[in-house]
């Protein structure tokens, strides 16, 4: 996912490694690359999400899936660091830095007046629903994050990005 035109230097990247629990209810050790500013706040939240036994069921390098978003959202996978753009447009996404973070993405996906992402995610579009591994403002891992002042993107006007949390570059 670090491509040669990567506009984030090597050295402000850090890779993490952290436990969390998997859906099947045992502890897993994840993998993620982020943006050194937002590294510390990442491994406190996944520490505080895994001590309250909060469900992640993946989390491994966007590399495992040859840096493709899409193939990654749909095996729910959570993610940080991919060198990509916002979805349907020009413009680098906060993921192509690792300033953000997607937690549980199949769960909480992507809307847009064009449709959601990923693209299995149909069952989990309708957010007046309850189900399992929803993401919404009583959410522990929401509330982990935008305690320290990450933006989520359930909170947008132009689209909703459920499984979406980052901090704007300063």
Known sequence: SFRADCTTPREQLRYLRVLHRGFDGLTH???LVCHQVVAEDFLEVLRALWEQEYPIEKLRLIDDYNADDEASMSDNNSSSLCFRTVAGKEEL????TGRAIDINPLYNPYLTDRGFTPLNAGPYVDRSRDFPYKIDENDLCYRLLTERGFEW???WSHAKDYQHFQRLAP
């Open 29 to 31: 050790v994840g993998e």
């Open 153 to 155: 993107g359930g909170h």
């Open 93 to 96: 996404s906060n993921h192509a």
